[in-house]
């Protein structure tokens, strides 16, 4: 894709904002109309999760963490978000053949629509997140190290461990929106490849089903025998930016290593427009095809 056919791609999705918002209402109707509890489905997931994560690890295997269901809530939400938007993302296209048959429509808008449903899902889920750590995750616990590890500087001078609702309220929009954009930018070649290969949903789920026990959700970063392998773990950098001030009650931190907000933004950063600008030009390569096989 050259840089004049990816500028003429880019300025005509305005023009389909439209179709954009109708494909959003469109899934989250057919999500959740005809469901009895709605929304709270999407709450049962991560909810059963956690309970099953806490169980094994806090009860069974007796992980020394205090709240550790907060720990595991500020890194399964974000988890969930990454993996469900990546799979909803990479099936969009097939998902809307029938109107891209009927009518032209940029390739785009299945996919942003797909990973924006997921996005204001994960929005309410934070919302309600946020106010049961407000209520329950308040600083009575200390994080202590009965293990003889040695840990990150910023988590071994931790005491009481609390959300900070004034960072999380400054970092949670800028987090979600780093996320958003990682996972658009994998969406993308993955939505083009999974029309023309149709194997590849079967690698998708067992990727990310590897990537789940790859990345600190519930296990702490700091335990990791080669920490700075972490870093090349996008979900593992995006997750740290919520536990920070969801958990520790800190700024973001790279949990593995202890390095500060600045590293662990720039990691992110990195991640996110890397993710975007990389998958779009892979997107844009497969263009041809996908006008021929859709």
Do not use: C
């Not at 929304?39 to 992980?63: C, D, E, N, T």
């Not at 954009?181 to 290969?197: C, D, E, H, K, R």
């Not at 079967?202 to 080669?226: D, E, K, N, Q, S």
């Not at 969801?246 to 931190?253: A, D, I, S």
């Amino acid at each position: 894709m050259t840089p004049s056919t990816l500028t003429s791609s880019l300025s005509e999705l305005p023009e389909y904002r439209q179709v954009l918002a109708n494909l959003i209402a469109r899934d989250l109707k057919v999500k959740y109309q005809s469901k009895s509890l709605g929304f709270a489905w999407s709450l049962l997931a991560p909810a059963i999760m956690i309970g099953i994560l806490y169980a094994v690890f806090s009860r069974g295997l007796r992980v020394q963490m205090p709240d550790y269901w907060a720990f595991l809530l500020a890194g399964i939400l974000p988890f969930q978000f990454f993996s469900e938007s990546i799979v909803a993302g990479a099936s969009a296209i097939r998902g809307s053949a029938g109107i891209i048959r009927k009518i032209y429509v940029p390739m785009e808008i299945p996919v942003i629509a797909a990973v924006t449903v997921r996005a204001i899902e994960f929005v309410l889920q934070m919302v309600l997140a946020v106010i049961m750590l407000v209520v329950l995750h308040n600083g009575t616990s200390q994080l202590e190290h009965p293990d003889g590890m040695v840990h990150p500087p910023p988590v071994a001078a931790l005491g009481a461990l609390h959300i900070d609702v004034a960072k999380t309220a400054i970092v949670l929009p800028a987090a979600i929106a780093l996320t958003y954009i990682f996972v658009l930018g994998v969406s993308m070649p993955l939505a083009a490849w999974s029309v023309i290969y149709r194997d590849i949903d079967h690698i998708i789920t067992i990727v990310m089903r590897v990537l789940f026990y790859a990345t600190p959700i519930f296990w702490p970063a700091w335990g990791f025998p080669f920490p700075h392998v972490l870093q090349l773990n996008p979900a593992s950098a995006l997750i740290a930016l919520f536990r920070g001030p969801m958990f520790f009650g800190t700024w973001p931190f790279v949990e593995a290593t202890g390095q500060g907000p600045f590293v662990a933004w720039g990691i992110a950063v990195i991640f996110a427009v890397g993710a975007l600008v990389g998958g779009y030009v892979l997107f844009g390569r497969s263009k041809h095809i996908l006008a021929e096989v859709v």
